[in-house]
């Protein structure tokens, strides 16, 4: 009875958000809010910045189908929703062009890519307290890497600035 009530209840909280993602954020945000927002800006182009919400959405419902696979014991279920944020060599090269323009981001998305592979190992041992060990994990993860980054789209002349300066930097640092 509880682990059913506790899918409801979760199940009912991935939906509210889904929901509320149907609504677009404001194209910009008023310089008086800019201040309350202290997260370090993630250049991105617009389709890049698409591409990202879309990947998000679809992290975020991986989450909630291994939740719901693990009420009931469903591991094989629950390897294969963690196999879709886990890390693979695509992901590593998005999460790289993604953070070409934004020190730290990449180190920060694979580690998050890195904590999900956990939980396909511990649901192949049908060990579900590690499963919900690395499922804690990997939601720190995520909800960190939220609490430092934001999106920023910007426009071709500025990705190309941006990105020229961070491998500049990048190899001032490596000489």
């Given amino acids: 009875m509880k682990r059913r009530a506790l899918w409801i ?3 009912g909280a991935s939906t509210a958000l889904f929901s509320l993602s149907a609504f677009p954020a404001p194209p ?6 800019q201040t309350f927002d ?3 800006d993630l250049p ?3 389709m890049m910045a698409e591409h990202q919400k879309r990947s998000m959405r679809g992290h975020l419902q991986a989450v909630s189908d291994i939740v ?4 009931s014991d469903d591991f094989a279920s629950i ?3 963690a196999s879709r944020i886990g890390f693979s060599e695509g992901m590593g090269h998005m999460c790289e062009n993604f953070g070409r323009a934004a020190p730290g981001f990449t180190e920060q998305a694979l580690a998050f890519h890195h904590t999900a592979d956990r939980i396909g190992e511990a649901a192949r041992a049908h060990d579900r307290g590690q499963i919900i060990s690395a499922l804690s994990d990997t939601l720190v993860a995520c909800t960190g890497c939220h609490a430092k980054w934001k999106q920023r789209v910007v426009d071709d002349a500025t990705w190309q600035q941006l990105t020229a300066n961070a491998r500049s930097n990048s190899t001032e640092e490596h000489d």
Avoid at 28 to 33: A, K, L, Q, V
Avoid at 68 to 71: E, K, M, P, Q, V
């Fill in 9 to 11: 209840l979760l199940s």
């Fill in 28 to 33: 910009y945000s008023p310089p008086e809010m």
């Fill in 38 to 40: 202290n997260r370090r």
């Fill in 44 to 46: 991105l182009l617009p």
């Fill in 68 to 71: 719901a696979a693990l009420a």
């Fill in 79 to 81: 390897e294969k929703s």
